[in-house]
């Protein structure tokens, strides 16, 4: 097999040059870089990760590689893979296998290709690499110490996979950490998915019924900042506690039903499938924007909207226009993948400093630490707080701490 399959090689100068820019602002991946690179900790060890492809992900894998390990990688999404980036990580010495645009059936080909590399330990987006290893490769689980998931989407098919006691190696739950969904879900998502919506349609936001579909960290984050755009923000849940929230967030609380009618834009934040289908596809007004930010392509029904239409056609890059039988026109962003990946760069650079901080943390927990049983676990709170406690140093940000008499103090319960 060869070392590494991506488009183009010679793309690989152009994805160093993002590489090194992204770099400059990961204070956190700088200072856990200093902190190892001589004791190089991950030395004999085997890391298989399935993740967005971009920059930011570039620096945590060639921070693994020059800690010592061995580090094969496919991208977890055909629309947030960049070629020049996956050029660029080939020739830093990371296996790497995938290219932009590649089909379902390449995908989990080159899922393969990673797990052949017989990992020790898994970094998954989505937990494809070990739904995978559960299905198609359980010879592998032996020497499989852990595994570290990045996203609510899979941390929820893990604790499926959990409680039908079917998970048969250990996982730390990343994206449950403070350090991440304090901040990646909410203000990474809440301002890359706009990022996307705004270099992709050219269209303003500022008066337009905004319509935020899950009330969750990245619904809140994308709720926030629409509101900061001057947008009308509607919010749908099924939760009642999260839709009272969002109500007391100042913003209109309804159906998917009722909003279908009023809003310009729609993006989806559930991790759940046909969340917008048949049925308010039928009442949306002319010319509206679906876009979805909750990892798979199946919160907005495409077939749905393919029965409905009479044409589809592409007057502008990654949007496609479903010309209904009436005439409406409604336009898809990203092929219904993630709007802030398939039509931006993902989240800011110092979000996924924190959260890839916390992956390279949780990889060196899982590879050092006595074996854990099988099984979903949080990330451990001391490696929770000194990601977070290294981001505030090299911000030069200082905070209190308590005196011994606090301590004390907080341990006693009487007055």
Known sequence: MPEFEVKDINLAEHGQKKIEWAWQYMPSMNFLYEKYKDSKPFKGATIAACLHLEAKTANLLITLKKLGATVAACGSNPLSTQDDICAALAE?????YSHRGMTTEEYFSYVRKVLSYKPDVIIDDGADLV??????????????????????????????????????????????????YLFDNRYGTGQSVWDGFIRTTNMIVAGKTVVIAGYGWCGRGAAMRAAGFGAHVVVTEIDPHKACEALMDGFRVMSMDEAAAIGDIFLTFTGNIHVIRKEHI?????????????????EISKPDLLALSSRVEK?????????????????????????????????????????????????????????????????????????????????????????????????????
């Not at 830093?92 to 790497?96: A, C, L, P, S, Y």
């Open 92 to 96: 830093n010495g990371v296996h790497v």
């Open 131 to 180: 739904a995978t290893v559960h299905k198609e490769m359980p010879e592998l689980i032996p020497n499989i110490l852990g595994c570290s998931e990045e996203t609510t989407s899979g941390v929820k098919r893990l604790k499926a996979m959990a409680a039908q006691g079917v998970l048969k190696f250990p996982v730390l739950d990343v994206n449950d950490a403070l350090s991440k």
């Open 282 to 298: 039928e009442k949306m007004k002319n010319g509206v924007v679906l876009g979805n930010a909750g990892h798979f392509d199946v």
């Open 315 to 415: 007057l502008r890059d990654n949007i496609d226009t479903y010309v209904m039988k009436d005439g409406r026109r409604i336009n898809l962003l990203g092929e219904g993948r993630l709007t802030n990946l398939a039509c931006a760069d993902g989240h800011p650079i110092e979000i996924m400093d924190l959260s890839f901080s916390l992956q390279l943390a949780s990889a060196l927990y899982i590879h050092t630490h006595e074996r854990l049983k099988e099984g979903l676990y949080p990330v451990p709170v001391e490696i929770d707080r000194q990601v977070m406690e290294s981001k505030l140093a090299a911000l030069g940000v200082k905070i209190d701490s308590m005196t011994s008499e606090q301590v004390e103090y907080m341990k006693s319960w009487q007055e």
